[in-house]
């Protein structure tokens, strides 16, 4: 542990799990930024990482003013959760160890924070799709939908909330992170909207800033890939009925209404049946690789196939999903 001889005021909360070639560039990227390296701090928690990290960390040599936390691997929500315990800085910028900042990240992310004034303010930047390295199919449309976000947002189209608050790129005064009680570490995916949900109530108010940005280079298999939706489904019932957010599922029923109705059509063939499923999502896989025409439509049909399913057994089954579907479109 090292103390410095003048208190940062932005602590970059940096988790890390055995990903070392990444974490090299993330923390060269935060080596190059414009803010002074005086004023900002970098706690790095590895996560029971086993790839060199520890020994990395332990053995580098950094213009930055370095923290270094080793833990057995608990989850990035307690990883998090003990960054901030070693900050001392104000303000916490959090980064995952994938998202490499451009130079200007720290300094927009101040701008934003020293122009709003307020202290429960959270600042959201866009995590931006590499132009240097090719993506796998899945991670790259996973990437043009955060884009087609992002620009939603910088437009106007719609204002930020805390279902945007990504951990990847995000910044927030310290006190909010601990006073709302920190990520909660029963969730391994969402926990950082969850704790979003619980600022929100708090009176957070949620901010994007376009410059301030970080390149995403997000690596993830397939079977990886396929897990994160089920999650996010099956964690939008909990966050509903037992964390107190009762407005989730009557928005996550009216958005379902929305969607294309190919993916309607695939959901409601494919849920609760296995098999059907893992077959559907073989041969959407396929036309993906085949037609880059269809790609698009193809990730969207899994990725919400996989987030209904998750959804529908938090629910006990695709009969109460209906129910309520039904439910929810007789009361609108």
């Known amino acids: 542990m090292s103390t410095w001889k003048i208190t940062p ?25 414009t803010y002074p390296k005086q004023k900002f701090e970098v706690v790095v928690v590895s996560d029971g990482s086993s790839d060199g990290t520890n020994e990395f960390l332990r053995l580098k040599k950094t213009p930055l003013q370095l923290t270094s936390v080793l833990q057995a691997n608990q ?14 800085g104000k303000l916490i910028l959090f980064i995952d ?3 490499v900042p451009v130079p200007r990240l720290i300094s927009e992310h101040l701008r934003t924070h020293e122009a709003e004034g307020n202290s429960e303010l959270v600042v959201l930047g866009p995590m931006l799709t590499p132009l240097d390295t090719t993506l796998s199919p899945w991670t790259q449309w996973e990437q043009d939908m955060l884009v087609k976000q992002y620009e939603a947002m910088a437009a106007g189209e719609w204002e930020p ?7 990847g790129n995000s910044s927030l005064p310290r006190s909010l992170v601990v006073e709302s009680g920190g990520f909660d570490p029963a969730f391994r995916r969402a926990e950082d909207v969850e704790l979003a949900y619980r600022m929100d109530k708090r009176g957070a108010r949620f901010v994007f800033n376009p410059q301030a940005v970080g390149y995403h280079y997000v690596e993830r298999s397939f079977s990886s890939w396929l897990a994160t939706p089920y999650a996010y489904g099956r964690n939008d019932v909990i966050f509903s009925q037992q964390r107190g957010q009762d407005w989730l599922l009557p928005t996550v029923y009216k958005e379902y209404e929305t969607r294309h109705k190919l993916i309607k059509q695939l959901v409601k063939l494919c849920l ?34 996989r987030y209904y399913q998750g959804l529908a057994d938090e629910l006990n089954g695709r009969a109460i999903f209906y129910e309520e579907l039904a ?6």
């Open 327 to 332: 439910k929810h479109n007789r009361k609108n």
């Open 97 to 99: 160890d994938d998202v």
């Open 9 to 33: 005021t932005v602590s970059v909360v940096l988790p890390t799990y055995n990903r070392l070639h990444q974490l090299k560039r993330v923390l060269e990227g935060l080596e190059e930024q």
């Open 272 to 305: 609760d049946r296995p098999l059907l499923s893992r077959l559907a999502i073989a041969k959407l896989r396929l036309a993906a690789a085949l037609l880059p025409s269809v790609s698009r439509l193809a990730f969207s049909g899994i990725f919400n196939l």
């Open 75 to 88: 989850g990035v929500a307690v990883a998090r959760n003990e960054g901030v315990a070693q900050a001392q």
């Open 161 to 167: 909330t805390a279902r945007q608050f990504y951990t």
